[in-house]
């Protein structure tokens, strides 16, 4: 039975009047506002009764996910050419054929574990109703120009036309018509509803919060943990200010329904998702940081727009800091602030406030995710899905292939941007079984990993008296004597922590090359990061000055991308202690597990099309150093992974 709950929320402006639908067997009535309808929710003891008994490991299981995914219900998607809805979606997640609008088929190559459709929470389905001949919205002045759109000129336009109904200004929300909104989001709630499948596969409702400081990405996908949803999503038609957007959940909760939003793409934020002033330019507040905590645990590290993790800029002795940094704004060519805008700063700086001033907003645990507008996902290097349909469908477009090439063999190609996008990424959760329940208990818990794709799988313990990694019982005794990923480690006396990384390779991608620890704390001195190289494929020990495995040559035959099995390790683990460690010095530690190199995207392109590999076209760009041209290096790609952090929290600290 449904309850509706018509309530205008009094902790904030500008909200609209929030509708809720809540399964509830206790109440033997609602509302009956005939113009106000219920979303369809099964009831809870119903699903009780029908969810079969999943058995549970305590030990946890590697779970893979997108939690970014988009269909014509996006009008950006529908926009771009894409039909597919989200029960397509959820088809292909689970290893079924799915048509990409440029003519070619996606297929994963291992079905994921859980998936998520997240569209946009802005005009949720207007693109699709103003296409249907039927529908009211398809009288709409522009109601043509906005959805056959063909050549590039005629998307522009389109997209400007978006921008207008979605932005400040005299025609923001002019198309908006809630009935299409509910209507739409009751869809995409069934259609996640429909197709989970507990022990089996499993689906979130969710859908992204899209708000902009101007140009500057503040996006972020917002994950429900059950079947109940609210009646309509918080979108930034409500508001463009993400802390109302973490006020709005904290109500929701209040009223039964929970939900985490995940921030993505900080590196096109312009220095603003991790600023460290709020939405009014005042310093940051512990009110804030609660608020923020308890509403955004995870924070996406990779997807096809890039990286977020850290930038050459603001990690210099980071060898491998520049791997696929997408630095454009989205939706414009002009590139953004590097500070603020990447995860390690932001844990760094979090340090600081803590010991500063006793809070710490950016503790935040790691996924990847794709953020496709196909309905499909990232895919992977040598069958990469692409990303904005029509736009993206032909490797011209995309840069990997020269648009003409000169008498004098000189290359020409688009100036899209679109070859710094990624074939990124997954989540990762460990987990004690297949269920919502147990995913979601994972993301909130930060026990989460993220990838760029590959399916490396990584544990993380630290503790002071963890067990011997030749035990059988290794998992389930570091469990009881440590803290996994996304945990606390407080000083215990005088003892030196020890950690555990425990990383096997994707065995339908390369062996991986070695194991990392990255460090950030507080001294004397100010902010400090360090990467520590820990294990090494080619099994020689790691010690000091550098601490650093060697350089091993890459086996990859550029004429068919194929790689020697032999150059790599399918598992690598190892008990490692801080060599720099004081226990006085607040600290985080996260893993990072690289592959042996494969061939890029744009280069099994470019193979295919009997054309040399691009290395001509500055790709990555700096904003603070000038420009790193493209070399051989980037003909090649190492995959990888990272975990989530563990954080020590000396005595001394607030």
């Not at 503790?363 to 904005?388: M, Q």
Request: charged share 25%; glycine share 8%.
């Amino acid at each position: 039975m449904a309850l509706c709950i018509i309530e205008k929320s009094a902790l904030y402006q500008r909200h609209m009047v929030f509708y809720l639908a809540i399964s509830l067997t206790t109440l033997s009535a609602g509302c009956n506002d005939d113009n106000s309808p219920a979303v369809s929710l099964t009831p809870e003891s119903a699903l009780q009764e029908a969810t079969p008994v999943v058995p549970k490991n305590s030990d946890k299981n590697a779970y893979f996910g997108d939690l970014h995914v988009h269909s014509s219900y996006s009008f950006d998607a529908f926009l771009f050419g894409v039909r597919a809805e989200p029960d397509d979606a959820y088809r292909f997640a689970q290893g079924a054929k799915l048509n990409h609008v440029g003519g070619f088929e996606m297929k994963l190559k291992t079905p994921l574990d859980f998936f998520s459709v997240t569209d946009h929470g802005e005009m949720l389905g207007h693109y699709r109703a103003m296409a249907d001949p039927s529908h009211a919205l398809s009288k709409h002045p522009d109601a043509r120009a906005a959805t056959q759109a063909k050549t590039r000129e005629e998307l522009q336009t389109a997209f400007a036309l978006a921008k207008e109904w979605i932005s400040p200004g005299p025609r923001q929300g002019e198309l908006n018509d809630e009935k299409v909104t509910q209507s739409s989001w009751a869809e995409i709630i069934d259609s996640a509803n429909r197709h989970n499948k507990p022990g089996e596969f499993t689906t979130f409702i969710g859908y992204e919060y899209t708000t902009t400081a101007g140009l500057d990405n503040l996006h972020r996908n917002v994950i429900f943990a059950g079947d109940k949803a609210p009646k309509a999503p918080f979108s930034r038609l409500d508001s463009e200010n993400p802390e109302d957007l973490w006020l709005w959940m904290d109500w929701l909760r209040d009223q039964g329904i929970d939900s985490l939003a995940i921030p993505h793409n900080s590196n096109a934020s312009n220095g603003q998702m991790f600023s460290l002033t709020d939405s009014s330019e005042k310093a940051l507040t512990k009110k804030y940081s609660e608020l923020r905590m308890r509403n955004e645990p995870l924070v996406e590290i990779s997807q096809i727009k890039g990286t977020s993790e850290t930038h050459p800029d603001l990690s210099p002795n980071d060898r491998w800091a520049d791997f696929e940094i997408s630095p454009f704004i989205i939706g414009a060519s002009r590139v953004g602030d590097v500070k603020g805008s990447y995860i390690r700063e932001a844990y760094l700086n979090g340090l600081k406030l803590q010991s500063e001033r006793g809070f710490d907003p950016f503790r935040f645990g790691v996924i990847g995710s794709s953020d496709s507008h196909n309905a499909s996902s990232g895919g992977t290097e040598d069958d990469f899905f692409l990303k904005i349909g029509m736009l993206d469908a032909e490797a011209k477009n995309r840069g990997s292939l020269p648009k003409r090439i000169a008498e004098n063999g000189q290359r020409y190609y688009s100036n899209t941007g679109l070859v710094t996008f990624g074939a990124s990424g997954l989540a990762g959760v460990w987990a004690e079984q297949n269920t919502r329940q147990a995913i979601y208990r994972g993301m909130r818990q930060k026990e989460t990993f993220g990838t760029s794709g590959t399916r490396i799988k990584v544990r993380f313990f630290a503790g002071y008296k963890l067990p011997k990694l030749s035990r059988n019982d290794f998992i389930s005794a570091a469990y009881e004597s440590g803290v996994p990923m996304g945990g606390q480690l407080k000083q215990t006396q005088k003892e030196i922590p020890e950690f555990v990384v425990w990383a096997t390779r994707d065995p339908k991608s390369a062996p991986l090359e070695r194991v990392q620890i990255i460090k950030g704390w507080t001294s004397d001195t100010g902010l400090r990061e360090k990467v520590y190289d820990v294990a090494c494929a080619i099994g020689e020990p790691v010690g000091p000055p550098a601490y650093q495995c060697p350089d091993v040559a890459p086996s990859v035959n550029l004429e068919n991308c194929s790689w020697d099995e032999n150059v790599g390790s399918s598992e690598l683990k190892t008990l490692w202690q801080d060599p720099d460690f004081k226990h006085e010095e607040q600290a985080f530690y996260y893993a990072r597990v690289l592959e042996s190199p494969i061939c890029r995207w744009s280069t099994w392109d470019a193979i295919r099309a009997n054309v040399r590999p691009r290395t001509d076209q500055d790709r990555t760009i700096k904003p603070l150093s000038g420009v790193i041209p493209v070399g051989d290096k980037d003909i090649l790609i190492q995959e990888r992974a990272w975990s989530s952090p563990i954080w020590y929290q000396p005595h001394s600290t607030k």
